[in-house]
């Protein structure tokens, strides 16, 4: 979120400076022009701020309150003991360490098989375009659709993939079982993503350069890690970033393959449950503030420690 | 956002649309029963007498829930959080009443309608519909468990469960089936089987006012109970993982000496494996204590009527129509849904389809309620969560546990997991 707020906030000084530069006093045009510009964002900054502001300010103005759909009468605002209540509660730990597990474990292993891909589709000469398309497939299949098939898949009785186990496995009431297999649905869903991310990385590596490397005697290996990795680095990090603010949000999947059950929440479904099923706004809004705090801690990380650069601001 | 909300607006529009058209086609007004799916056509079939005894004064549209209880749950809080007008009657499952109440979801019932609501019903599923001793439902169904047990195996069915366990060892030494089948997944049923015990051990989760958890020694016992079994040769080795189903299915494939479930095992077991329904029998829930009666859980349905209902009191009229005992009794025959009408229990009809109408009457009367509360959910599932596996419970810490997160509950400060 953080990650899109910035190219919206950054043209305007960046505007008025180089405006300011070429000519000092605005003249009456330019200014006019200035004003329709405004004019002409406005909807879309009241829009933004209508269904991200506002949800995210109410979201934190709940989290102070003791606000109990079930007692409604004893509404009240409690300052930071929601929090307080979350953060101590094991319950939430666990979810925490979860989500952590299941992020870095998946965002790894895509970041490997993405590259592959990625490799694979920029270096195929025959049926590109094929290729490229049938690579993209599971992203292009809704999560909950796919999901689902996996859910059947991993019953015993009902699905293939069950057939292969021992008899009477049942892999998703099992607390490591079931996490890898969510992670392997994350992972089949998103790879593709990683991969055209990376692909795009790619295309910035000139040919030249790595002829060079190679007329250098370079290996394979060592163009890849030594050309390569280097010059695509903007592009890999901005796609950790996306995959990491995406995994560490990561509900859907668990939602239809466990339900959280056997400890397999993550930090979303704690935040749903609470929300929706225990129907306690308060503890719930502390929790997605507490969700949107980690996640912005993720992105400041990136962007500040390994300098992911924003698309769009690579030219900087 | 905005848009967002035109979008919403849309079926909300036509479904007034579709509203509309039915008021103009008789000039009456639609109820829109919201209940359990039910595949028998029994409750349907209310409906449309209802509709038809009005005599035009209103039309009663049943539509169906999600399968699953939170589901349904969820969906009726959401509507009626954001005030939805187009829900009249609704089937609530009897844990929901005191939330629903609290919440200001639904409506009280008084004067003549709450009379003909009391009159001839069981006293505890009343007991369900009630919180802060006002009246907010009316008793659709009611339902509790029995101990189903294979006659071949064990000539007379156990009293306690000591007795049972010891039963069951027995024949596990003889190398025969010796399962005792119950509810061991971490969900709804996990806190049953603890109420049951806690309730048959003397004691009960909340204090008498639901301001506080009472527990104590009872509960001890209780989790003492589920860890023993657990532990004992009786344990199906999927204990932790078995629901209703999982335990039918158990005792009709015939490795089990013993079940503990709802009636609807009865007419399955006819149906799927006739050899074995030979020797299936019934008998009351198993004691904790020899000199105390056993006080099983009882679950069903209660209708409430929306607060936000258009039409109350019709509303009040159609609900009590639907649980009549003309429709009562449909239910129960078609739907397999225990009546809550006392005399419907002397019932010829019924007793020739429920051979055990006897037993399941004795249980009613004798039966617990679950914690009656508004953070019920939350206490379920605190219980659940801590008495899962059955087989790594540690009574005395695992009841402290759960006094700790009662505690947070009533004050919402519970995180729920």
């Not at chain 1, 970041?111 to 490799?119: C, E, I, Q, R, T």
């Not at chain 2, 029963?33 to 209103?58: E, H, I, M, T, V």
């Not at chain 2, 010796?178 to 806690?198: C, D, S």
Request: charged letters at 15%; one cysteine or more; proline letters at 7%.
């Amino acid at each position: 979120m953080s990650t899109q707020a910035e190219p919206a906030g950054a043209p305007p000084p960046a505007e008025a400076e180089r405006t300011g530069r070429h000519r000092a006093p605005l003249s009456a045009g330019a200014r006019q022009e200035r004003r329709l510009g405004w004019l002409l964002c406005a909807p879309a900054v009241i829009v933004m701020l209508a269904v991200t502001a506002y949800p995210i300010g109410y979201a934190v103005y709940l989290s102070l309150q003791r606000y109990d759909l079930r007692f409604p009468a004893q509404a009240e605002f409690v300052g930071l003991s929601n929090y307080g209540a979350v953060l101590t509660s094991e319950f939430w730990w666990d979810a925490f360490w979860v989500t952590l597990f299941i992020t870095v474990v998946s965002v790894a292993i895509e970041l490997v098989l993405g590259m592959g891909l990625a490799l694979v589709m920029h270096r195929t000469i025959f049926w590109r375009g094929t290729v490229r398309t049938s690579v993209l497939v599971p992203y292009g299949i809704v999560t909950v659709v796919a999901a689902f098939s996996w859910q059947y898949a991993w019953t015993p009785d009902l699905g293939y993939l069950a057939e292969l186990l021992p008899s009477g496995d049942a892999p998703l009431t099992e607390m490591w079982s079931a996490l890898w297999l969510i992670i392997l649905a994350e992972v089949w869903k998103t790879t593709p993503f990683m991969a055209l991310l990376l692909l795009a990385g790619l295309a910035l590596v000139p040919e030249e350069t790595l002829k060079a490397a190679m007329v250098d005697g370079a290996t394979p290996w060592q163009r890849f890690t030594k050309v390569m990795v280097p010059l695509m680095k903007p592009a890999i990090l901005v796609a950790l970033l996306f995959r990491t603010l995406d995994a560490f949000r990561i509900f859907d999947n668990i939602y239809v393959l466990t339900g959280g059950a056997q400890n397999t929440g993550s930090v979303s479904i704690l935040g749903y449950d609470n929300l929706f099923t225990a129907l306690n706004l308060g503890i719930g809004s502390a929790i997605s503030v507490l969700i949107f705090i980690c996640v912005g801690i993720i992105a400041f990380t990136f962007v500040k420690l390994f300098g992911a650069a924003a698309p769009g601001a690579e030219v900087k | 956002m905005r848009r967002l909300r035109a979008f919403a607006v849309l079926p909300l529009l036509a479904s007034m649309l579709a509203a509309c058209g039915g008021d103009e086609g008789g000039g009456r007004p639609t109820l829109n029963w919201y209940n359990f799916p039910d595949d028998s056509g029994a409750l349907q079939k209310a409906a449309d007498r209802c509709s038809q005894a009005s005599g035009g004064r209103y039309r009663i549209a049943y539509n169906k829930l999600p399968r699953a209880a939170d589901g349904q749950r969820q969906q009726l809080v959401r509507r009626l959080a954001a005030e939805d007008d187009s829900l009249d009657i609704l089937g609530l499952d009897v844990t929901w009443a005191a939330e629903f109440a609290e919440a200001r979801w639904i409506r009280e019932w008084t004067g003549v309608a709450r009379q003909r609501a009391v009159e001839g019903t069981l006293r505890v599923p009343l007991e369900t519909s009630t919180w802060k001793r006002r009246l907010y439902a009316v008793p659709y169904n009611t339902n509790t468990q029995l101990l189903w047990y294979r006659q071949d195996l064990v000539p007379t069915p156990p009293k306690t469960w000591a007795e049972m366990l010891a039963m069951s060892a027995t024949l596990a030494q003889q190398d025969k089936p010796h399962y005792v089948e119950i509810q061991g997944a971490q969900y709804e049923g996990l806190t049953v089987w603890f109420n049951t015990l806690i309730n048959s051990a003397g004691g009960s989760i909340l204090n008498r006012t639901a301001t506080a958890p009472s527990l104590g020694p009872p509960a001890v016992r209780a989790a003492g109970i589920m860890r023993e079994l657990a532990h004992s040769p009786a344990a199906d080795p999927s204990l932790s993982n078995q629901m209703e189903d999982q335990n039918r299915l158990a005792m009709e494939s015939g490795t089990a000496a013993f079940e503990l479930n709802y009636p609807f095992v009865y007419p399955s077991m006819k149906a799927n494996n006739p050899e074995l329904f030979k020797s299936f029998r019934w008998a009351p829930y198993p004691r904790v204590d020899a000199n105390r009666p056993s006080r099983p859980t009882i679950g069903g349905i209660d209708l409430a009527v929306s607060a936000y209902s258009r039409h109350p009191g019709l509303a009040f009229e159609a609900a009590l129509c639907l649980r009549n005992r003309e429709n009562q009794l449909t239910a129960a025959i078609e739907g397999g849904l225990p009546p809550t009408l006392r005399a419907l229990y002397d019932e010829p009809e019924l007793i020739k389809q429920y051979p055990f109408a006897k037993e399941v009457l004795a249980a009613l009367e004798s039966a617990s309620v679950r914690p009656l509360t508004p953070a019920y959910q939350n206490i379920s599932i605190a219980i659940s969560h801590t008495l899962s596996p059955p087989s790594g419970i540690q009574p005395v810490s695992a009841v402290n546990t759960i006094r700790d997160q009662i505690d947070d509950a009533l004050r919402s400060e519970g995180v729920i997991p």
